[in-house]
């Protein structure tokens, strides 16, 4: 049984002393604390906010080597992703699974040379790949993706990756973490570091729901914050010189007719060199992504004018029939945390990862991707050993199976009451996503638990009041709770409506 964040809460005050402390509760600190647990370590993660609220439930939704980082001759990168790809669809099969990608080619030297581009991702896999890619001619394009402009294509190549849920994979990681012994705890905040004689011993911590603070000791910290990682490190150290640059990226979703298949496109020419996704995801399509440097460091960052035109005039050079902005269901941006690297431009910047260790002991990781957030967990925990004074215990997690005690993402057949006719999410999911997975807000069950604000902002903002009605059952609000909570998520669903942009 998974204990509740109650439970959780009174076990992590009670223990004073950890092994390992980890702040963050995004891909890469969720994927820490499941390495660090299962090497027998007592952990503790603390996340301020929900699990995911920040970059990570906000990504294309593919585990993949990275075709662009080969074009970049990041040969290195793409090898490591592809591997960690392929242990992804080993041990997460509930929530990763293949997808067929197909470049459609409309000039006549583009199968040639995506082909042979496509053949070295595919020899770079070597035994943890999905199936060879392969020229594909008029028709069979138009077979596979019935929705793409026929003028002027002259076929494609297909070739394959891996497809995953984002936040149901976080929430996958959370259990598994927590049926290892370890405690992981959102909306539990870090104000500050505890230093013994120059050292990083510990953090002071805020319960965001009750207000206190209390301080936790740990032989190792832990900063695993992603497009936050600099507010930690200056915590440790008020003069140390920025590390992240961030970069947004945004997504629209549009129903699925736009497409009309289950066949992923992958546009590799356009105006600025990004290379452009169209994902079927959740019965939508989902089209992303854009690379548009930030400075500002937002908890809920709001896509520009300029990016989803930017999309709908790109993706429009491909489809049979365009949509418009009246067509989108739904756009969000994240922030990705890019590792500084002088003034290249961000599209340019190397997603791989960076492990810093301060002079007081904070061990720093950020960077990286989703697809590699296990390798940059078993590097963390790796270098955090050596603080443990212990001998090194070898990771576990390159063949661990994750957790799969997570909410369908269709409606069962217990019965339960579907919370709208336009979404797949039922009563029960609801229910689940509080008893189970720790949700705490209206947010974190539409945007987080089910997908329902990513799929339709104006559907999630219909319903909300639905889902806090069954949340006070569980939670026990009473109708002023009720209705703070619907007001709050109406106010962050605006920002995922392209209409009040």
Same mark, same amino acid.
């Given at each position: 049984?998974?204990?509740?964040?109650?439970?959780?809460?009174?076990?992590?005050?009670?223990?004073?002393?950890?092994?390992?402390?980890?702040?963050?509760?995004?891909? =890469?600190?969720?994927?820490?604390?499941? /390495? #660090?647990?299962?090497?027998?370590?007592?952990?503790?993660?603390?996340? #301020?906010?929900?699990?995911?609220?920040?970059?990570?439930?906000?990504?294309?939704?593919? $585990?993949?080597?990275?075709?662009?980082?080969?074009?970049?001759? %990041?040969?290195?990168?793409?090898?490591?992703?592809?591997?960690?790809?392929?242990?992804?669809?080993?041990?997460?099969?509930?929530?990763?699974?293949?997808?067929?990608?197909?470049?459609?080619?409309?000039?006549?030297?583009?199968?040639?040379?995506?082909?042979?581009?496509?053949?070295?991702? /595919?020899?770079?896999?070597?035994?943890?790949?999905?199936?060879?890619?392969?020229?594909?001619?008029?028709?069979? =394009?138009?077979?596979?993706?019935?929705?793409?402009?026929?003028?002027?294509?002259?076929?494609?190549?297909?070739?394959?990756?891996?497809?995953?849920?984002?936040?149901?994979?976080?929430?996958?990681?959370?259990?598994?973490?927590?049926?290892?012994?370890?405690?992981?705890?959102?909306?539990?905040?870090?104000?500050?570091?505890?230093?013994?004689?120059?050292?990083?011993?510990?953090?002071?911590?805020?319960?965001?729901?009750?207000?206190?603070?209390?301080?936790?000791?740990?032989?190792?910290?832990?900063?695993?914050?992603?497009?936050?990682?600099?507010?930690?490190?200056?915590?440790?150290?008020?003069?140390?010189?920025?590390?992240?640059?961030? #970069?947004?990226?945004?997504?629209?979703?549009?129903?699925?007719?736009?497409?009309?298949?289950?066949?992923?496109?992958?546009?590799?020419?356009?105006?600025?060199?990004?290379?452009?996704?169209?994902?079927?995801?959740?019965?939508?399509?989902?089209?992303?992504?854009? /690379?548009?440097?930030?400075?500002?460091?937002?908890?809920?960052?709001?896509?520009?004018?300029?990016?989803?035109?930017?999309? $709908?005039?790109? $993706?429009?050079?491909?489809?049979?029939?365009?949509?418009?902005?009246? /067509?989108?269901?739904?756009?969000?941006?994240?922030?990705?945390?890019?590792?500084?690297?002088?003034?290249?431009?961000?599209?340019? $910047?190397?997603?791989?990862?960076?492990?810093?260790?301060?002079?007081?002991?904070?061990? =720093?990781?950020?960077?990286?991707?989703?697809?590699?957030?296990?390798?940059?967990?078993?590097?963390?925990?790796?270098?955090?050993?050596?603080?443990?004074?212990?001998?090194?215990?070898?990771?576990?997690?390159?063949?661990?199976?994750?957790?799969?005690?997570?909410?369908?993402?269709?409606?069962?057949?217990?019965?339960?009451?579907?919370?709208?006719?336009?979404?797949?999410?039922?009563?029960?999911?609801?229910?689940?996503?509080?008893?189970?997975?720790?949700?705490?807000?209206?947010?974190?069950?539409?945007?987080?638990?089910?997908?329902?604000?990513?799929?339709?902002?104006?559907?999630?903002?219909?319903? #909300?009041?639905?889902?806090? %009605?069954?949340?006070?059952?569980?939670?026990?609000?009473?109708?002023?709770?009720?209705?703070?909570?619907?007001?709050?998520?109406?106010?962050?669903?605006?920002?995922?409506?392209?209409?009040?942009?």
């Amino acid at each position: 049984m998974i204990p509740s964040r109650d439970e959780l809460l009174k076990k992590a005050v009670s223990t004073k002393r950890w092994d390992i402390i980890i702040i963050g509760g995004g891909a =890469t600190g969720l994927g820490v604390a499941v /390495d #660090a647990a299962t090497r027998g370590y007592t952990t503790l993660l603390v996340e #301020a906010r929900d699990f995911g609220k920040g970059t990570s439930s906000k990504s294309t939704k593919l $585990i993949h080597g990275g075709v662009r980082y080969l074009r970049q001759g %990041n040969i290195k990168m793409v090898m490591k992703a592809l591997r960690e790809r392929g242990r992804l669809l080993n041990n997460a099969p509930h929530i990763v699974h293949p997808l067929r990608f197909v470049v459609p080619c409309y000039r006549w030297w583009h199968k040639p040379w995506y082909g042979i581009g496509l053949k070295l991702y /595919d020899a770079l896999a070597r035994n943890l790949g999905i199936a060879p890619s392969k020229i594909l001619n008029r028709e069979e =394009t138009l077979s596979y993706v019935p929705g793409i402009n026929p003028v002027g294509l002259r076929g494609g190549v297909e070739y394959w990756d891996g497809q995953f849920d984002d936040a149901r994979l976080l929430v996958s990681l959370a259990q598994t973490a927590v049926l290892n012994q370890a405690i992981v705890l959102n909306y539990v905040e870090v104000v500050d570091l505890v230093k013994t004689k120059g050292l990083v011993t510990g953090v002071r911590v805020r319960d965001v729901e009750s207000g206190t603070t209390f301080e936790l000791e740990a032989q190792s910290v832990i900063n695993a914050t992603g497009i936050e990682t600099d507010f930690v490190r200056r915590m440790d150290n008020v003069a140390a010189a920025p590390m992240m640059q961030a #970069a947004q990226g945004i997504h629209v979703v549009v129903d699925s007719s736009f497409l009309s298949t289950d066949t992923a496109i992958m546009i590799p020419d356009t105006d600025d060199g990004r290379v452009l996704f169209g994902v079927p995801w959740h019965g939508k399509l989902l089209v992303g992504t854009t /690379d548009t440097p930030r400075e500002e460091i937002s908890k809920e960052p709001e896509p520009l004018e300029v990016e989803i035109d930017y999309l $709908i005039s790109h $993706i429009a050079r491909y489809l049979s029939k365009p949509f418009t902005r009246k /067509d989108v269901l739904s756009v969000f941006a994240g922030l990705r945390p890019l590792v500084r690297a002088n003034k290249a431009e961000t599209k340019s $910047i190397s997603r791989d990862h960076t492990l810093e260790v301060s002079a007081s002991g904070l061990v =720093t990781i950020t960077g990286g991707k989703w697809t590699t957030y296990r390798q940059m967990a078993e590097d963390a925990i790796n270098r955090a050993e050596r603080a443990l004074g212990r001998p090194r215990r070898p990771s576990i997690t390159r063949t661990l199976a994750l957790s799969d005690r997570t909410s369908s993402d269709a409606t069962s057949g217990s019965g339960s009451k579907q919370i709208h006719p336009d979404l797949p999410y039922t009563e029960d999911d609801v229910r689940r996503a509080v008893t189970d997975e720790w949700a705490r807000s209206v947010e974190d069950v539409l945007a987080r638990r089910t997908r329902s604000l990513f799929l339709n902002a104006a559907v999630a903002m219909e319903v #909300a009041p639905k889902v806090a %009605n069954l949340m006070a059952n569980e939670l026990g609000w009473d109708e002023n709770r009720q209705q703070s909570e619907v007001k709050g998520f109406l106010q962050v669903a605006k920002i995922y409506s392209v209409h009040h942009i």
